[in-house]
């Protein structure tokens, strides 16, 4: 039982739905990991091992992490880095087998920073689900100037396909950093008119937006409710992200 639990907002429990949170996973050591899942675990439903990070440190301890967050019941995966490698290098089968050795449940799919042809990634996206993973794919990519080529069009052509490969939810790109990306400007802004286009041409409840600043965590929450899918959370932000879900932080107290 927590305390004040009485003014605290009802959030669905997990296995949740809706108001899916996605945290990155920067190369936490498995103990600290451990400690802060213990505290807020309950409150993750992804967990991104972020970008080539699985490759640098040792498999016996990437091991050990996956098996632990999959104990809170979070879905861990591996994040899109490691699945364009694999995908320019030829080394989808390696990748799909290492990653079921690891005990990864789910994979990334994503082109932000290799050109994939759109039939290939969706052909990929199949041969994931295929190999028995849950697959999140990212439509968006990494390079501004790249990403300003995508129109809002295009990119909900993606989505729909994408979707209907496979994926089980959709990830906009906003990158670790959340500026000048897709839907965000170069402050970090969210541009509103893009997201309601977005929303009214594709089901939000398979999105999952790339939000890592607490000013866009906010804006989605205030905007779309606390039930919006949010990624890229930093590690250090979990319970900040959730008072903010619960109208417990001034930003949203009496606004949700």
């Known amino acids: 039982m927590k305390s004040f639990e009485f003014l605290s907002k009802k959030r669905e429990e997990k296995p949740r739905t809706c108001g899916i949170t996605m945290v990155l996973d920067k190369g936490l050591g498995l103990e600290t990991a451990n400690s802060l899942m213990d505290v807020s675990g309950e409150y993750v439903d992804y967990l991104k091992f972020g970008w ?25 995966y591996t994040g899109g880095t490691l699945f364009e490698l694999a995908y320019m290098n ?3 089968e ?15 799919v994503s082109d932000g920073s290799v050109n994939i042809a759109h039939e290939n990634k969706l052909e990929a996206i199949n041969k994931a689900c295929e190999n028995g993973f849950e697959v999140l794919s990212e439509v968006g990519k ?6 300003k ?12 396909d994408e979707l209907s490969a496979g994926s089980s939810l959709i990830i906009v790109e906003a990158r670790e950093g959340g500026k000048n990306i897709g839907i965000f400007d170069k402050a970090g802004n969210a541009k509103e008119g893009e997201i309601d286009y977005i929303l009214n041409n594709f089901n939000g409840d398979k999105l999952l937006w790339e939000a890592p600043n607490k000013d866009q965590q906010v804006f989605f ?3 779309l409710g606390n039930t919006v899918n949010l990624g890229n959370i930093s590690s250090d932000d979990i319970t900040s992200l959730e008072t903010i879900r619960r109208g417990l932080r001034g930003d949203t107290v009496g606004k949700i």
Not at 55 to 75: G, N
Not at 97 to 106: I, M, R, T
């Open 142 to 147: 990494k390079d501004p100037l790249l990403d």
């Open 94 to 108: 390696d990748f799909f087998k290492e990653a079921h050795d690891l005990g990864f449940p789910a994979i990334e």
């Open 149 to 160: 080529e995508l129109s809002l069009d295009e990119r909900i052509t993606c989505m729909k």
């Open 90 to 92: 030829n080394k989808l």
């Open 52 to 76: 080539g990070t699985s490759i640098v440190h040792e498999r016996e301890i990437i091991k050990a992490k996956v098996e632990m967050y999959k104990s809170y019941d979070i879905t861990p």
């Open 221 to 223: 929450i205030l905007k």
